[in-house]
């Protein structure tokens, strides 16, 4: 006695754009115990159907670009060189920013010394004004003092002073 067997053949394709390799979902239990009466004609020229399973949803056109990418493809050189591009353009400007910053702060600082040079002369000529000695007689008559008579002025030799504080402290 003859039985009828029916054996699944499973068929292995390749998605074109996905790049991955996708069998199709297995039959259930019923049908493969079970062999039906009607059978499907063979495509023609031999070749086996081909039926491609998604099991899993479907991405977006870009997570499939990014995913088609190749460490040779024109694509990833293009967002290689992109990429360093943007990165040397933010460099440059971040040293142009401080270039900039120090500049200005430079300016300041010259200013400042500027001011301050003008300043140290303006008070270089008024120590100058108020040294002169006939200014400081002035300022000494507006103070209520008198010149000195020259019988009160003492001259005293180089080593006088160590002599006039022995004396005055017996």
Avoid at 73 to 99: D, E, H, K, N, Q
Avoid at 116 to 140: D, I, M, N, Y
Avoid at 157 to 164: I, V
């Amino acid at each position: 006695m003859l039985t009828a067997e029916r054996t699944q053949t499973v068929t292995v394709t390749r998605v074109p754009d996905t790049r991955q390799w996708v069998a199709p979902r297995p039959l259930p239990a019923a049908a493969v115990a079970a062999p039906s009466a009607a059978v499907k004609a063979p495509r023609p020229h031999g070749k086996p159907a081909r039926r491609v399973v998604r099991t899993t949803r479907r991405k977006s056109r870009l997570a499939r670009a990014v995913q088609a990418l190749t460490w040779r493809s024109p694509m990833t050189a293009a967002v290689l060189l992109g990429t360093f591009l943007v990165t040397l353009l933010c460099g440059y400007v971040a040293a142009y920013a401080r270039v900039t910053a120090t500049g200005f702060e430079l300016s300041v600082l010259r200013r400042d010394l500027r001011r301050t040079e003008l300043e140290e002369e303006a008070l270089r000529a008024e120590l100058s004004r108020l040294k002169q000695p006939e200014a400081v007689a002035r300022r000494a008559q507006a103070m209520g003092m008198v010149v000195a008579p020259p019988e009160s002025a003492r001259v005293l030799p180089a080593d006088a002073p160590a002599q006039a504080v022995a004396q005055n402290n017996p």
